[in-house]
C-alpha cells in the first residue's frame, strides 16, 4: 500500500488497557493530513483515514511508547489464533518494562516487609524503594511525558507519576515505590488479560484448516497432495477424510456422511449429506471420506465472511460505549483539577496541614495524592468495550452474526418482532402433507398411513413430475423417495405442461394427468366429497393437486409450506422473555397467514402485504411498541429489514439472499429460529453485564474516595483499589465469551485438518 493511501489500518502492539488506545488514536489525529483515526483496544488495529504517509503514523506510534506490526512480518491471523499463551510471569517477560516491573517486585520487597509491616525506618529500606520507583516507573514516567509533550492530555500514567513524585517529595518513599511497581504489574495484568480475552476471540478463525487435501486426477489414475487453502482454485476436488474438518465451501460429487455444521451455523444435530449437498469450511466430517468440488475461493468461503464480520463488528461502538470514552475524556482533568482543590483549600481555608505532620497522620497534598490514584479511569474505560467484544463472540459461536456493539445494544432493547412467513417461520418449499385416494374411506389419508391405493397415486405423479424442477414437483418427489416409490413406474414419457392447469404423460401406456382443482372441475370427473374437501384445503391455505388415469380421478396430493420444526419453540422462548407482541408479516393470502399463525403461535398477523406494506407495517409496530425486530430472508424483506429497529436476516447459511444478509443488523446464520432467543438474552446479558460494570468501577472509587478524604486510604491501597477493579470488570466481561455453554463450535471437536 502507498505510503499517502487514503486509508489503510496498522496493528498496534503494547497495550495494557483501553486508555492507551485512547491515547494513541489521540496522538495520531493530531497529525496533518489526517482525517480520521479510530484504534479498536481489543483487536489491536489502527484504521487511517486521510493523506498521510503510513511511515509519518508509524513514527507517532512508537514516539508514544508502542509500536506496530511490520505488515510483512504480520503473521496470518489463523497462525496468530494458533499461538498458546504464555502463564503470566513469562508474560511479564516478553516485553521490556515488564521485565523491569518483576525487578521492581523484588526490590520493593523490604520495604513492604520491614516498613509497612514492621515500621523499621532505614536508609537501605528507602534506597531500595526509590530504586523500585526508578525501575519500574521510568516506562510510565517515560509515557507520561510524551502524552504531556505530544498529546497535551493528562492520561492515567501522568497521576501515576505526579502521585508518585508527590510522594517522594514528602519523603513516603516506600509507598511512592509501591504505587509504581503495583500499578505497573497492575497494567501488566490487565494486558495478560487482555490477551487472553483476544485469544478467545481469534480462536473463531481456528475453525477452518490452513491446508486439503487436493485429488489430482491423470486418466485412470489419482493423486493426493497436501495444499495450503490459498493455492485451491474454484473446481479443484479436496478430500474430507471421516473425522477431518472440511478446508473449503463446496459441493460433495462422491461420498456420504453425517457432518457437524456447528461452527458455521450453530446446530447441534448432524446434518446427513450426500452428492449434490453444499458443505461448509470448518465443519466436521463425521464417519465417510467425501470428494468436495471447491465452490468459493479461500477468502470467500461462509467462514471467512463470518470472521470479517465478527472484526468490522468489533470496530462498531456501541452508544454506551462511547458515552463512556467521552466522558473518560473529560474525567481525567477533572481529576487532577480536583486533586489540586482538594491539597489546597483546607490548609488554605482552614488551617488544615498540609505537610503529614506525624508518620501516622495523613496532610491533604497526601490525601490529594491519593485521591489521584484512586479516580483512575482504568476499570472505567475498559468496563464497556471487553464485555461488547465478548458478547459478540459468543453470538458468533452459536452462529448468530451481530454487527456491532450498537446492534447489540438496540437488541437487548427491543419490545416486538416481525416475523416474515414464507421461508422464515415456514421452510419456503412445499411439501406433502396428505394424500387422499379416490377409493380411500376415511375423509384424508395422512403421508405417515400405509394405503397401498394412496402410494399408487403419489408413484404415478411422481413417474410424470421426476424431472420437473416446479416447487410441486420436488415436494412429490421428496415423498415418493422418502416411501421408497422411485422404482415402481418407469418415467413418463410425452410430458406436456399445461401452462396454468398442470401436467400430463404417459406412463406404461396410460395417459396421467395431474392439474389444479379448477382444472379437474371443467375436465375430470370426480367425487362430490373429494370436491368439497380441496375446497376446503384451499381456502385453509393448502395446495390441492389432483390425479387420473385415463380420464378417471385417482386420488388428491395436498401440499403445502410447511412450519418450521423450531418456529413454534422459537415463538414460546420469545414469549417468555415477555415482548410485547410477536407478528407475522406476509404477502399470502389470509387463509393461509392464519392457518400459519395459529400453528405457531404468534399474537398477531397481518396478511396480503406487498413489500412497501410491510415497511409500514413494522413503522406502524415501532409507533406502538416501541423498538422492534423484523426478520426475514427475502429480498423483498429488505426494505422491511432496514426500517425495523434491529433488522435480522434468516439462514446465512442456508439460502437466505445476500441482499436480506447485506441489510441486516443481525445474521441467523442457521434456519434455526431458537437463535434468536438466545441472541436477545445474550445482549440483555451483556447490557446487564456493562451496566454492573460502570456501577461498579464508579462505587469502587466512591469508596475509596471517601476512605482518602478522611484520611484512612494509602496510597498503595488506593492503586490495588484501582488495578483491582480493573481486573475485576476485564474479568467479569470475559464471562460473556461462554454465555449459552462452552462452545461445542470449537472445543470436544476433532481437528486433524
Given at each position: 500500500m502507498p505510503d499517502t493511501a487514503k486509508e489503510f489500518v496498522l496493528t498496534i502492539t503494547g497495550m495494557d488497557c483501553a486508555s492507551c488506545a485512547r491515547s494513541i488514536e489521540q496522538g495520531v489525529a493530531q497529525l496533518d493530513g489526517v482525517q480520521a483515526c479510530e484504534l479498536n483496544f481489543t483487536t489491536e488495529r489502527l484504521r487511517v483515514q486521510g493523506a498521510i504517509a503510513q511511515t509519518a503514523v508509524i513514527e507517532r506510534i512508537r514516539n508514544l511508547g508502542y509500536?506496530?506490526?511490520?505488515?510483512?512480518?504480520?503473521?496470518?491471523?489463523?497462525?496468530?489464533?494458533?499461538?498458546?499463551?504464555?502463564?503470566?510471569v513469562a508474560f511479564l517477560w516478553q516485553r521490556p518494562e515488564t521485565r523491569l516491573a518483576l525487578f521492581g517486585v523484588l526490590l520493593i520487597l523490604p520495604g513492604l516487609i520491614f516498613h509497612e509491616l514492621f515500621q523499621w525506618q532505614a536508609w537501605w529500606i528507602d534506597l531500595f524503594a526509590l530504586s523500585a520507583l526508578l525501575v519500574a516507573g521510568m516506562p510510565i514516567a517515560r509515557s507520561a511525558w510524551k502524552a504531556l509533550t505530544i498529546n497535551r492530555e493528562l492520561n492515567i500514567n501522568v497521576l501515576m507519576t505526579i502521585a508518585a513524585a508527590g510522594a517522594v517529595i514528602i519523603g513516603a518513599y516506600t509507598e511512592a515505590g509501591m504505587v509504581m511497581v503495583l500499578f505497573a504489574i497492575g497494567e501488566a495484568l490487565e494486558g495478560y488479560t487482555s490477551t487472553r480475552a483476544r485469544h478467545a476471540i481469534r480462536s473463531l478463525m481456528e475453525v477452518a484448516p490452513n491446508t486439503a487435501t487436493r485429488i489430482e486426477r491423470h486418466g485412470d489414475h489419482s493423486q493426493e497432495t497436501r495444499v495450503p487453502v490459498e493455492s485451491l482454485a474454484i473446481g479443484d476436488t479436496i478430500m474430507a477424510k471421516p473425522g477431518e474438518r472440511i478446508a473449503m465451501d463446496g459441493v460433495i460429487r462422491a461420498g456420504v456422511s453425517s457432518v457437524n455444521q456447528a461452527p458455521i451455523t450453530g446446530e447441534s444435530r448432524l446434518i446427513e449429506k450426500e452428492p449434490g449437498m453444499a458443505v461448509f469450511a470448518g465443519s466436521v466430517n463425521g464417519e465417510g471420506s467425501l470428494e468436495i468440488e471447491i465452490t468459493h475461493h479461500a477468502s470467500d468461503t461462509t467462514i471467512s465472511r463470518m470472521i470479517r464480520l465478527v472484526e468490522e463488528a468489533q470496530e462498531r461502538r456501541a452508544p454506551v460505549q462511547r458515552s463512556v470514552d467521552q466522558f473518560a475524556k473529560y474525567y481525567t482533568p477533572g481529576v487532577v483539577a480536583l486533586a489540586i482543590l482538594v491539597a489546597l483549600i483546607p490548609p488554605l481555608v482552614f488551617g488544615q496541614p498540609f505537610w503529614?505532620?506525624?508518620?501516622?497522620?495523613?496532610?491533604?497534598?497526601?490525601?490529594?495524592?491519593?485521591?489521584?490514584?484512586?479516580?483512575?479511569?482504568?476499570?472505567?474505560?475498559?468496563?464497556?468495550?471487553?464485555?461488547?467484544?465478548?458478547?459478540l463472540s459468543a453470538a458468533a459461536r452459536h452462529g448468530v452474526l451481530i454487527k456491532g456493539g450498537a446492534y447489540l445494544e438496540a437488541l437487548s432493547r427491543i419490545q416486538a418482532v416481525a416475523f416474515d412467513k414464507t421461508g422464515t417461520l415456514t421452510s419456503g418449499k412445499p411439501t406433502v402433507v396428505a394424500i387422499r385416494a379416490a377409493t380411500c374411506v376415511e375423509p384424508i389419508q395422512t403421508t405417515r398411513g400405509n394405503c397401498e391405493a394412496c402410494n399408487d397415486v403419489l408413484a404415478l405423479a411422481y413417474a410424470v413430475e421426476r424431472r420437473s424442477e416446479h416447487p410441486v414437483a420436488h415436494a412429490i418427489s421428496t415423498a415418493s423417495t422418502e416411501r421408497g416409490l422411485e422404482q415402481r413406474y418407469p418415467a413418463a414419457q410425452e410430458v406436456t405442461a399445461l401452462v396454468g392447469r398442470g401436467v400430463n404423460g404417459r406412463v406404461n401406456g396410460q395417459a396421467i394427468l395431474i392439474g389444479s382443482h379448477r382444472h379437474f372441475d371443467a375436465a375430470i370427473p370426480h367425487s362430490p366429497i373429494h370436491c368439497?374437501?380441496?375446497?376446503?384445503?384451499?381456502?385453509?391455505?393448502?395446495?390441492?393437486?389432483?390425479?387420473?388415469?385415463?380420464?378417471?380421478?385417482?386420488?388428491?396430493?395436498?401440499?403445502?409450506?410447511?412450519?418450521?420444526?423450531?418456529?413454534r419453540e422459537a415463538v414460546r422462548q420469545l414469549k417468555s422473555l415477555g415482548l410485547k407482541a410477536i407478528v407475522m408479516l406476509t404477502g399470502d393470502t389470509q387463509q393461509t397467514a392464519e392457518r400459519i399463525a395459529a400453528d405457531v403461535g404468534v399474537t398477531d398477523v397481518q396478511a396480503e402485504l406487498l413489500p412497501e406494506?410491510?415497511?409500514?407495517?413494522?413503522?406502524?409496530?415501532?409507533?406502538?411498541?416501541?423498538?422492534?425486530?423484523?426478520?426475514?430472508?427475502?429480498?423483498?424483506?429488505?426494505?422491511?429489514?432496514?426500517?425495523?429497529?434491529?433488522?435480522?436476516?434468516?439462514?446465512g447459511a442456508h439460502g437466505g439472499s445476500n441482499q436480506a444478509m447485506e441489510t441486516a443488523d443481525v445474521t441467523l446464520m442457521s434456519a434455526d429460529l431458537r437463535q434468536l432467543p438466545l441472541a436477545i438474552r445474550l445482549s440483555r446479558a451483556a447490557m446487564r453485564t456493562v451496566s454492573t460494570n460502570i456501577a461498579f468501577s464508579i462505587g469502587i472509587k466512591l469508596v475509596f474516595l471517601v476512605l482518602v478524604l478522611l484520611g484512612t486510604g494509602t496510597l498503595w491501597m488506593a492503586v490495588l483499589a484501582d488495578v483491582g477493579a480493573s481486573l475485576l470488570v476485564t474479568l467479569n466481561g470475559m464471562r460473556l465469551l461462554g454465555y449459552g455453554g462452552s462452545s461445542r463450535h470449537l472445543s470436544g471437536m476433532s481437528n486433524k485438518g
Open positions: 509500536d506496530i506490526v511490520e505488515p510483512a512480518k504480520h503473521a496470518p491471523q489463523e497462525q496468530a489464533a494458533a499461538t498458546p499463551i504464555p502463564n503470566f503529614n505532620p506525624t508518620p501516622e497522620v495523613h496532610g491533604w497534598l497526601y490525601r490529594a495524592l491519593a485521591l489521584l490514584v484512586v479516580a483512575c479511569p482504568c476499570a472505567l474505560v475498559i468496563s464497556t468495550p471487553v464485555s461488547m467484544i465478548s458478547a368439497a374437501s380441496a375446497l376446503q384445503e384451499a381456502s385453509q391455505g393448502y395446495t390441492p393437486v389432483l390425479v387420473s388415469t385415463d380420464g378417471t380421478y385417482l386420488g388428491t396430493i395436498t401440499v403445502a409450506d410447511t412450519v418450521r420444526e423450531t418456529s406494506h410491510k415497511v409500514a407495517a413494522v413503522t406502524a409496530l415501532q409507533q406502538r411498541y416501541g423498538p422492534i425486530a423484523m426478520v426475514g430472508d427475502g429480498i423483498n424483506d429488505t426494505p422491511a429489514l432496514a426500517t425495523a429497529s434491529v433488522g435480522i436476516a434468516i439462514g
